[in-house]
C-alpha cells in the first residue's frame, strides 16, 4: 500500500469514527432533552445569550433570526426593477454565506 493510500484510509477510518460519535451524541442530547426538558431550555437560553453577546445569531425553526424586519414601502429602496435589485449586490447570490 503506497503512502498516499495509507492516509486516505486513514482519514476515511476517522470520518466513519467522528461520524458515529456525532451521532450517539446527538441520540445522547435528545434523550436528555426529552428527560429534562425545563433544565435544557434554561441552558439553551443561556448559550443563546451568550452567542448573541459574542455577534452570533441564532436561527429559529422557520429560518429566521429573530429580528424584525420593516416591510414599509418607504423602506423600500426606490428605482431598478425587482430583478435588477436582487442581483445588483456583490453577492449576486447567496452562495458565500454561511451554513
Known amino acids: 500500500m503506497t503512502e498516499i493510500a495509507r492516509r486516505i484510509e486513514t482519514a476515511k477510518r476517522s470520518a466513519v469514527i467522528y461520524r458515529n460519535y456525532r451521532r450517539a451524541r446527538e441520540r445522547a442530547m435528545t434523550r436528555l432533552s426529552n428527560a429534562y426538558p ?9 448559550e443563546k445569550i451568550v452567542d448573541e453577546q459574542m455577534g452570533k445569531k441564532w436561527l429559529d425553526i422557520d429560518g429566521s ?3 424584525s424586519m420593516d416591510l414599509s ?3 423600500l429602496p426606490t ?3 425587482e430583478g435588477e435589485q436582487a442581483s ?5 447570490g447567496n452562495d ?4
Open 88 to 92: 445588483s449586490g456583490p453577492d449576486k
Open 73 to 75: 414601502a418607504s423602506a
Open 38 to 46: 425545563e433544565t435544557y431550555k434554561e441552558l439553551l437560553e443561556q
Open 65 to 67: 433570526t429573530g429580528e
Open 96 to 99: 458565500e454565506g454561511e451554513a
Open 79 to 81: 428605482g431598478g426593477g
